[in-house]
């Protein structure tokens, strides 16, 4: 085997990139190490230029239980499956960083496949950024790399930065605590990529988080730059593209001149008339022309035409200020009184209804990946994007990998202001419907999620809001203009998209990817400061609709109780095979018990249920104490007296003495099994005997039942004899 390696300090750690022969068949490869987490990055592209429109990037990123040291946790399936969503956010990331620096004009199938070999401390997401960008670099397809990535974060509250943190500095569980984790990929001093999840943080704090980043990714360019220096080989030339001067011609009388006579103030609808006249003309003048040429020669032209509009013109498509945000609305409940909590969110042609259910903890997800094995998530958002929300026919069923992504970075923005699972134990799934999309409706589901846990009655600390923002550039005369609130064609033709969600006190999620390679630092502040603006605006529209999380949560959601135990009584409540537990919630009709490791208990159920099932425990596991009265049902006789039941597994003897203020004749003349009897606890004996006394708890019991003082002939019945005579009694049965 062949092979060379090449390190870098990175954050404090190592970081080698091995080239071998493992995979010689492919155009790049490269196996990248840092601690001990490892992958392995593939990239291959196709022999034949394709039809598209479009260029073929696919990005795969796999995730093998035996990189953790595992077998796959079902016992009817060993082999993985689909991607976890973890693995699709994963390989979104390497795709959102390597796609912008792919030359225009490139349509051959390019697929670049990161294999995780290995998985412990480190997070394996940045390795697959710097992986494909070696992968790519060193091979010979076109690309404008090197890109690199590293991961910022702050630790429990600490403001010093650290470099790519692991996974226990970062509390990486479901419901990370870290005040801040953030993602950045660029090169030469520009940002293309960003994920952040954050708890309130400041724009000058994230602002001092890039610089941070920039300087770590900085370093690894240079030593990336070296390695394809040496290794790189010589690029695929692309066809030169010659522009048809009929087509133009075509084009500025067919599609500028109608622009014209709006103004320049362009629906999406005139976007898409405009097109179908431009295929229509193509197809009637010049029938040569491949259509999948005439669509690409119209995104080229129209993408033009967008950004001279706004650098050269000062005009958005809509005619829009450049930070003013489209109408808005905003709805908490009204849908169903089934609905736990709802909420509709306009923003312009953007609409989206989140509609929340919430469950106990025992419906929490159970995650199962080679990142969080057998870890419980209590905080669940899942985003739809059926087609008719653009107005489209298509196939339903499954979520895609946009629908992960944006589901994701709206579950991230909201997790921050969630109350801690002591003071709300429920089990919260939001489902975010896009009923109709013209910009940025992973940022409309972040303002509905809002709404409907208010409108759950779920105690969220502060309103969460979310924006996206844009940027059209002119990279040779280093000019450009940000945008607030855009639309489809500023999406679509657009350099940036750039989503901010936060508080009115600090940011809670940003995503950010771009067209172009990267955007530098300042552009970066001025969008910040301007999607806080824009981000109290709609947050002052939520706050008027409803100004804070209703005081009752829905009396169709369940209701959960909660009461500690002893660490040493779980097995009691639990019993044998979980007989006790399934007894209780059999009897009671709860829909949930579940007992966490530490004593605490939460009870689930509905009409009483949860109260019911919660005395049940309360009962098998409560301490008794001398002089507490009961009402306790007779389950045996004896010469001496009768045994008393108290609570579900604990009884205690009241001695025939004890029946009366006077002699009885005999205990089966006062009391038979399964009556029902008024006790006091008198004593709880050296060997944790109970001693009851009914005359005692009620004096004048013996006489309102009849009895009258017997004389003589009884005289071992009025003895109380020894307890040594007595067979044991336990308190626990």
């Known amino acids: 085997m062949q092979k060379k390696e090449y390190a870098v300090e990175f954050g404090g750690k190592t970081l080698t990139a091995e080239f ?25 592209m196709g022999s034949k230029e394709t039809s598209l ?50 030359p225009k004009g490139l349509k051959r199938d390019v697929q670049v496949i990161i294999s995780v070999l290995s998985l412990e401390e480190y ?23 090197p890109a690199s990535a590293v991961r910022i974060g702050q630790i429990d509250g600490n403001d010093a930065f650290g470099v790519n943190p692991t996974y226990a500095e970062r509390q990486e569980e479901v419901a990370p605590k870290a005040k801040l984790d953030l993602l950045a990929c660029g090169k030469d001093g520009l940002i293309n990529m960003i994920e952040v999840g ?13 610089k941070r980043a920039t300087e770590e990714i900085e ?48 629906t999406k609808q005139d976007l898409g008339a405009a097109q179908s006249a431009w295929r229509a003309h193509v197809a009637e003048k010049f029938p040569e022309t491949p259509a999948s040429a005439a669509d690409s020669y119209y995104e080229h032209r129209v993408d033009a035409y967008v950004h001279d509009l706004a650098i050269k013109e000062g005009k958005r498509v809509d005619g829009r200020r450049f930070d003013e945000i489209r109408p808005l609305y905003a709805q908490a409940g009204g849908i169903s009184p089934v609905i736990h909590g709802s909420g509709v969110f306009y923003r312009g042609e953007t609409h989206v209804l989140a509609a929340l259910t919430l469950g106990g903890p025992g419906d929490a997800q159970l995650i199962d990946t080679i990142e969080y094995q057998e870890a419980k998530k209590r ?16 196939r339903m069923g499954g979520a895609n990998r946009r629908m992960i992504g944006h589901g994701a970075l709206a579950e991230k923005a909201l997790r921050a202001v969630l109350p801690e699972k002591e003071v709300f134990p429920y089990t919260i799934r939001i489902v975010s419907e896009c009923l109709a999309s013209n910009g940025s409706t992973s940022q409309a589901t972040v303002c509905a999620g809002t709404l409907a846990l208010m409108d759950a009655g779920v105690p969220i600390t502060k309103p969460v809001a979310g924006i996206a923002m844009g940027m059209m550039s002119d990279a040779k005369n280093n000019v450009y203009k940000v945008l607030t609130d855009i639309q489809g064609p500023e999406d679509h033709h657009g350099d940036m998209d750039f989503k901010v969600a936060g508080t009115k006190d600090g940011v809670t999620a940003v995503q950010m990817d771009v067209k172009v390679e990267g955007v530098p630092l300042a552009t970066l502040a001025e969008a910040f400061m301007q999607a806080k603006k824009a981000r109290l605006e709609i947050l002052d529209v939520i706050t008027k609709e409803i100004a804070a999380p209703r005081a009752d949560i829905s009396p169709r959601a369940p209701k959960i109780l909660t009461l500690k135990v002893k660490v040493d009584q779980i097995g009691l409540v639990i019993g044998p095979g979980g007989k006790t537990i399934n007894g209780i919630k059999e009897a009671t009709k709860a829909d949930d018990i579940t007992i966490e490791e530490d ?64 002699r009885i004749g005999s205990i089966a003349d006062a009391v038979h099994v399964g009556d029902t009897v ?20 009620d004096p004048e019991w013996a006489s309102r039942k009849g009895l009258t003082p017997e004389s003589g002939g009884h005289e071992n019945h009025g003895e109380r004899r020894h307890h040594s005579e007595r067979p044991e009694r336990r308190r626990r049965i």
């Open 379 to 394: 905080f669940m958002l899942h985003y739809n994007f059926p087609p008719f929300s653009v107005g489209e026919t298509g």
């Open 198 to 210: 954050a708890r309130e943080v400041s724009e000058e704090t994230l602002e001092k988080a890039f």
């Open 599 to 662: 004593g605490t208990v939460f009870i689930t159920g509905k009409n009483g249920a949860a109260e019911a099932a919660f005395k049940e425990i309360s009962d098998l596991t409560r301490d008794y104490e001398p002089g507490e009265r009961f009402d306790g049902v007779v389950t045996r006789l004896m010469d001496f007296g009768a045994f008393v039941k108290i609570g579900p597994n604990t009884e205690g003897l009241v001695h025939v003495s004890e029946v009366a203020p006077f």
């Open 20 to 44: 071998n022969d493992w995979a010689n068949q492919a155009n790049g490869s490269v196996l990248v190490r840092y601690g001990n987490s490892a992958v392995l990055a593939t990239a291959v």
């Open 219 to 266: 370093k690894v360019q240079a030593w990336q730059n070296s390695i394809i220096k040496e290794r790189g080989t010589a690029k695929h030339v692309l066809p030169i593209a010659v522009e048809d001067d009929g087509l133009r011609a075509a084009f500025d009388e067919v599609v500028i001149k109608d622009f014209a006579t709006k103004a320049g103030v362009l």
């Open 123 to 145: 997070d394996p997401d940045v390795l697959g950024v710097i992986a494909a960008s070696l992968a790519l670099g060193t091979s010979n397809i076109p690309w404008n790399g």
């Open 53 to 102: 429109d479009y260029f073929p990037l696919s990005v795969e990123y796999e995730e093998k239980f035996y990189a953790a040291g595992a077998i796959l946790g079902s016992r009817f399936m060993r082999r993985e499956g689909r991607p976890s969503d973890e693995a699709v956010l994963s390989g979104r990331i390497v795709d959102r960083t390597i796609r912008p620096l792919f």
């Open 678 to 697: 008024p006790v006091l606890l008198k004593e709880i004996d050296e060997k944790g005997r109970y001693n009851l006394s009914i005359k005692a708890a």
